[in-house]
């Protein structure tokens, strides 16, 4: 379900982010962001909305790949729920650090 602009839906969005999360292995890294937003009128002599409530845009870039959505205060708490299931669902992916072996090499130099 798109909306004006190109933005997704909540539940599309949450579709693409899971599909996003699964390219990621192969494509690079992928960014999602978080701001305030508080949308307003005045495009093609619409009058602009001076009392419109602020929703969030979330947004998630995967290369050239990018997704949007307006979360509003009312869907809030299933749109967090969801996204950290999908966010805990793909933290496999993750590299271990590497500064542990490098600490254990130098200690070996050290000591021969």
């Known amino acids: 379900s798109r909306l004006a602009m190109g933005r997704l839906g909540n539940d599309a969005f949450l579709a693409g982010l899971d599909k996003h999360f699964r390219n990621v292995r192969t494509q690079g ?8 937003y508080k949308p307003e ?11 419109g409530e602020p929703v969030c845009l979330v ?10 959505t307006l979360v509003s205060q009312k869907e809030v708490t299933r749109f967090q729920a969801s ?13 271990k650090p590497e500064k542990e072996k ?11």
Do not use: C, Q, W, Y
């Open 59 to 68: 947004r998630a870039k995967l290369g050239s790949k990018a997704i949007s």
């Open 29 to 36: 890294s992928l960014f999602v962001t978080f701001k305030r």
């Open 102 to 112: 490098k600490k254990k090499e130098k200690k070996d130099k050290v000591a021969a």
């Open 83 to 95: 996204l950290s299931t999908i966010m805990k669902g793909n933290m496999d992916a993750l590299k």
């Open 41 to 51: 009128g005045g495009k093609f002599g619409v009058p602009k909305d001076k009392g």
